[in-house]
């Protein structure tokens, strides 16, 4: 019992000391904002702003090239949502066709499928950019939302294992009763494998919103351009760079983030961990 009062305080003051090192640039970016452009980085080693610059958030929400910063929260909104359902969607079915049926070249073509999870994405890009330059989509979501449509090999495969947790024994049932293969994918499959779909739209709500990438590389007017494109805009769109309006920016960017986190971590932990299980 001694031991264990002797540990229990220490493991508490490591952990709240690792918490602390992980939380303070977030800190950091949010006292940033508060902030004067000029002082941002000479006073860096100063947590607390003085003075205490409250203006930052409504120059940044201002936005630049004539648009507000809401635009570009817009912009992003609709890419994350539509490329989000396209992503969880197709990623189910694929999943479902891969657990459920045996077809000609079922082991060759799911070899193929966990290869691309290997490859890295800037190996494609070139290619893709190609393709997507003569199907003219070029400063359109086109390029960013529509091969979510295709499935995630990522998601395929978490969705998978999820779907092998499943008694195989319901689908007989259904079948019994009549159903075919997409009903019971629609009405068995998917309601039981919602806990891998909400894990899966959650990473893809992540991956989407903080993506940069993509918009530079298809997007070229800024009435198109996402949250992470606006923030970039903050640093070249004058001589000098506007520090505290672009952190100020971060922070509101970071909201939706931390609320998804925060309302949806369980969902998070329950869809990783059972999507392990293979019964």
């Not at 002797?6 to 902030?35: E, N, Q």
């Not at 630049?64 to 969607?89: C, E, H, M, Q, R």
Request: glycine share 8%; aromatic share 16%.
């Amino acid at each position: 019992m001694a031991k264990i009062k002797v540990r229990w305080p220490i493991y508490h003051i490591l952990i709240g000391g690792l918490a602390i090192v992980m939380l303070y640039p977030i800190l950091w970016m949010i006292m940033s904002s508060f902030k004067e452009s000029r002082l941002v980085f000479v006073t860096a080693q100063q947590l607390l702003p003085h003075p205490w610059e409250w203006g930052n958030y409504a120059k940044g929400w201002e936005g630049v090239a004539g648009y507000s910063f809401g635009v570009f929260i817009k912009n992003s909104l609709v890419i994350v949502v539509v490329a989000t359902v396209g992503a969880v969607l197709s990623s189910s079915l694929v999943a479902f066709g891969f657990a459920r049926n045996k077809f000609v070249g079922h082991g060759l073509w799911f070899g193929i499928m966990m290869m691309t999870l290997m490859l890295p994405s800037d190996v494609v890009l070139v290619p893709q950019y190609i393709i997507y330059t003569k199907l003219g989509w070029l400063d359109s979501i086109r390029p960013i939302v529509i091969p979510q449509f295709f499935g995630v090999p990522f998601f395929i495969f978490l969705m998978l294992q999820f779907i092998r947790t499943i008694p195989a024994e319901l689908d007989e049932a259904a079948t019994i009763d009549g159903c075919g293969k997409f009903r019971l994918y629609y009405k068995i499959i998917l309601p039981l494998i919602r806990p891998a779909m909400a894990t899966a739209a959650i990473f893809s709500f992540y991956w989407r919103w903080e993506d940069l990438l993509g918009p530079v590389l298809y997007l070229n007017s800024p009435s198109k351009y996402t949250v992470s494109m606006g923030l970039k805009m903050f640093l070249d769109s004058e001589s000098v760079s506007n520090w505290g309006p672009m952190f100020a920016m971060s922070v509101l960017s970071l909201m939706p983030v931390m609320l998804i986190f925060f309302l949806f971590q369980k969902q998070i932990v329950d869809g990783i961990s059972t999507s392990g299980l293979k019964g």
